[in-house]
């Protein structure tokens, strides 16, 4: 059974940091492309960020390059999303999310149970 568990989430004020992460457990993490995805109320949910297996291929949502970084290790089975320079429009639940490829070029088949961000001003 895969299973992927987020934390890292948190109140923050507006200009602050954070650091998301995702264990992956159920499955070869190496062998799979990742990403985060985010959901305000009332919106759509929107990926953030996407790595391949190796973390050598990245996109970003536009909203958020130069600010967000994704990463991994795959020795520790962990997806990692740095977020700087935060605003109050990051406000949302954040989902670790698992490709069933290498690359991230179709609908992940695995979610997290999101963890929740709050930007305040």
């Known amino acids: 059974q895969v299973q992927l568990a987020e934390s890292g989430g948190g109140l923050v004020q507006t200009g602050g940091s954070l650091t998301l992460s995702c264990v992956v457990s159920?499955?070869?993490?190496?062998?799979?492309?990742m990403a985060w995805f985010r959901q305000a109320p009332g919106k759509e949910r929107e990926r953030v960020a996407a790595?391949?297996?190796?973390?050598?291929?990245?996109r970003y949502a536009d909203s958020v390059r130069g600010r967000f970084i994704i990463s991994r290790d795959n020795r520790k089975n962990t997806l990692y999303l740095q977020m700087n320079d935060l605003k109050p429009e990051d406000t949302a639940t954040y989902y670790c999310?698992?490709?069933?490829?290498?690359?991230?070029?179709?609908?992940?088949?695995?979610w997290g149970q999101g963890t929740q961000v709050t930007v305040s001003s």
């Open positions: 159920g499955r070869t993490f190496g062998d799979y492309a």
């Open positions: 790595i391949n297996w190796v973390g050598r291929n990245i």
């Open positions: 999310a698992s490709y069933p490829v290498v690359y991230f070029h179709e609908a992940p088949d695995h």
